[in-house]
Nanobody, 119 residues
Framework: QVQLVESGGGLVQPGGSLRLSCAASEITFSRFAMSWYRQAPGKERELVAGISSNGGSTNYADSVKGRFTISRDNAKNTVYLQMNSLRPEDTAVYYC????????????WGQGTQVTVSS
């Protein structure tokens, strides 16, 4: 059974940092593009950052450019999201998503991890 398990969320003060991890199992990780999404209360889920299957290409939402960095380690089947200079508006549940590089209909979601930015 495919599993994406996020970790690393928590409570942090404004200006602080967190690193999220998403560990994948039962998929050929190197064949999947990976993304981080987030959903704040009362809002739609939005794309935060994405990375191609080989790590050669990344993209970011304008709201996080220069503050967040997505990376992956295909040997560890893990994707990361380094979040710096956190703001209260970054508070949300963060989800990772895997999409097959050549079959976009094959996709999987993690269960989410809560990030709360508050003083």
């Amino acid at each position: 059974q495919v599993q994406l398990v996020e970790s690393g969320g928590g409570l942090v003060q404004p200006g602080g940092s967190l690193r999220l991890s998403c560990a994948a199992s039962e998929i050929t990780f190197s064949r999947f593009a990976m993304s981080w999404y987030r959903q704040a209360p009362g809002k739609e889920r939005e794309l935060v950052a994405g990375i191609s299957s080989n790590g050669g290409s990344t993209n970011y939402a304008d709201s996080v450019k220069g503050r967040f960095t997505i990376s992956r380690d295909n040997a560890k089947n893990t994707v990361y999201l380094q979040m710096n200079s956190l703001r209260p508006e970054d508070t949300a549940v963060y989800y990772c998503k895997a999409v097959h590089w050549s079959r976009p209909g094959i996709d999987y979601w993690g269960q989410g991890t809560q990030v709360t930015v508050s003083s």
